[in-house]
């Protein structure tokens, strides 16, 4: 049995090697400038020895990392299986990104080489410069250049356990927390998909799923990315989800599973009804955080099960639950039952266990010998987080559910300071500290606002040096404000409102407070009082 991701490739590929990989269609295609349609298994093996030899010349090997910024780019997949064969671990760069966090990233995780987009190889350079760090950069058809050390474990050969991937994921303490996943998380990911039956059963060899989830999240390139590999199907990847050409993008691809966040199915609803509607060859979609009050209605309208799973990069599919049979209890917030390989404990704040119906805290292990079979290593140069989120031996989710009488697990609330903006995370403490770099702010506090279409939008609530004179100098500060933190953050962590106060809501030891924050963000968004700067919001280079 395969034990790293490359290896899984090859048997796959030596078994099917005419089936399709990659489907890139002509719409992602013309975003990207790369040739559209297929690309078999076969031919992807190939290109991926070419680029095996040419890291193995380079002196690239076991312990490595790598940077890929290559979005959701064919060469990701390329690049990745090749620096897998030599037990180089990658690290997905999220091409949001901007000074701050790039700086933080490239340092944090101690990368050689970055492989990325030559558009970014300035900002990469510039931001690896102020780390200190010997980092070479180079685009994805480039010959690599020399590795700059030496591979950490030479003398050992890759395997199970091997570092694959260094996901980074939104903490409630500000710096994201770099989560170390070995191949075994990888691989299991597939299997699971690959067995997991009922709704969500795989055709070996026939399934053509389609995502337009990013390749820097575990759900594409965990779950969609091995799930096609282990079973022989065809993944097609999107740039992103464009709601007008998503029905073609379906039906063009024939797609038979599609995986959505749970903005997507609310702005799916928005468009006309149409005949052709149901006229696709979609079995199920697979997801989380559909509008519970808008489940049923997709389903009927559009013909197949939307079905709502649980996890975390953290848990990977080792503590997975997914709503894939009957009954599925649509529009409750049901994300299903657990599986006899997952233990599954909910707990209330006094840490007693919550009874039938009480929502409490989400604590997950694997059944058996191995309680974190499945699960990510830990978390990169941060034992004591590992340990802490390790507590008593079970993972702490920080999510807050309760399980009905009938024993389905429902999802309630987080118990995190997160905010969820359209499936991404965004750490409050991290925009508040790119934030207060800016001169005008004094101190700022950000905390999340219902947004009808995102679920979450940013709340920044600034105490600025100077207040401004009145309503229009107001605006005028936020709308310079939000401009200047696109050039230091991701956009969707940008303030979509802004709003200026005396004074925020300290602590006896000057520290916010959290619930006193929330009803404030709330009130003020309720009587108007809040700038709105959402249309602000575009991703660096998107026409204005």
């Known amino acids: 049995m395969a034990a790293t991701v490359h290896q899984a490739f090859r048997a796959t590929a030596a078994k099917w090697p005419q089936h399709p990989f990659l489907c890139i269609l002509p719409e992602t295609a013309q975003v990207y400038g790369v040739e559209p349609g297929e690309l078999t298994y076969a031919e992807a093996d190939a290109r991926i020895e070419a680029l095996r030899g040419a890291y193995a010349a380079a002196g690239y090997g076991h312990g490595h990392r790598v940077g890929l910024l290559l979005e959701n780019r064919p060469a990701f997949f390329l690049h990745w299986f090749a620096l897998n064969a030599l037990g180089v671990s990658v690290v997905p760069i999220n091409g949001d990104l901007r000074a701050s966090e790039l700086q933080y990233l490239i340092g944090h995780s101690e990368v050689a080489l970055i492989v990325a987009l030559p558009r970014r190889h300035a900002d990469l350079a510039e931001a690896a410069a102020t780390t200190g760090r010997e980092v070479r950069i180079c685009g994805p058809d480039d010959a690599p250049s020399q590795a700059p050390f030496a591979p950490p474990l030479a003398d050992t050969e890759p395997g199970e356990m091997t570092e694959c991937g260094l996901l980074y994921t939104s903490g409630t303490t500000g710096r994201p927390k770099g989560c170390i996943l070995p191949n075994q998380y990888y691989l299991h ?126 848990t990977g599919s080792g503590a997975v639950v997914i709503a894939n049979r009957e009954p599925r209890h649509v529009g409750s917030n049901c994300f299903g039952i657990e599986e006899p390989e997952v233990q599954v404990r909910i707990v209330k704040d006094d840490g007693q266990e919550a009874g039938a119906g009480e929502p409490g805290e989400l604590l997950v292990r694997r059944a058996g010998d191995n309680p974190r079979y499945g699960f990510f290593n830990g978390y990169l140069k941060d ?160 026409p204005q």
């Open 189 to 314: 990911c597939g299997h699971w998909y690959a067995n997991i039956g009922g709704l969500a059963s795989l055709i070996p060899g026939a399934e053509r799923m389609l995502t337009p989830l990013p390749l820097v999240h575990m759900n594409a390139m965990a779950c969609s990315t091995m799930a096609m590999v282990v079973t022989g199907g065809c993944l097609i990847p999107l740039d992103r989800f464009h709601p007008r050409s998503w029905w073609q993008s379906v039906r063009e691809s024939r797609a038979t599973i599609v995986h959505y966040l749970g903005v997507m199915p609310a702005i799916l609803l928005q468009a006309p009804v149409s005949p052709d509607d149901d006229q696709h060859q979609v079995r199920f979609g697979f997801g989380a955080g559909v509008d519970r009050t808008l489940h049923q209605v997709f389903e009927d309208r559009f013909g197949f099960p939307l079905l709502e799973a649980w996890a975390m990069t953290e």
């Open 383 to 542: 034992e004591g987080a590992t340990a802490e989120a390790w507590a008593g031996g079970w993972f702490h989710t920080g999510d807050i559910v309760r399980r009905d009488a009938d024993g389905a697990l429902r999802f309630v609330d987080r118990k995190k300071n997160v905010i969820r903006r359209s499936g991404e995370n965004i750490a409050a403490v991290e925009v508040e500290s790119a934030l207060q770099h800016h001169p005008q702010v004094k101190s700022v506090a950000v905390a999340a606002v219902p947004d009808p279409v995102r679920g979450d939008e940013v709340l920044a609530c600034i105490v600025p040096i100077s207040m401004p004179v009145n309503g229009t100098a107001r605006e005028a500060a936020a709308q310079e404000l939000v401009q200047w933190a696109l050039g230091q953050l991701a956009y969707y962590k940008v303030p979509g409102y802004v709003s200026y106060l005396d004074a925020l809501p300290l602590t006896a030891t000057n520290k916010i407070q959290r619930g006193e924050l929330k009803t404030l963000a709330q009130k003020l968004l309720d009587e108007d009082q809040c700038i709105d700067t959402r249309s602000l919001k575009k991703r660096q280079g998107d």
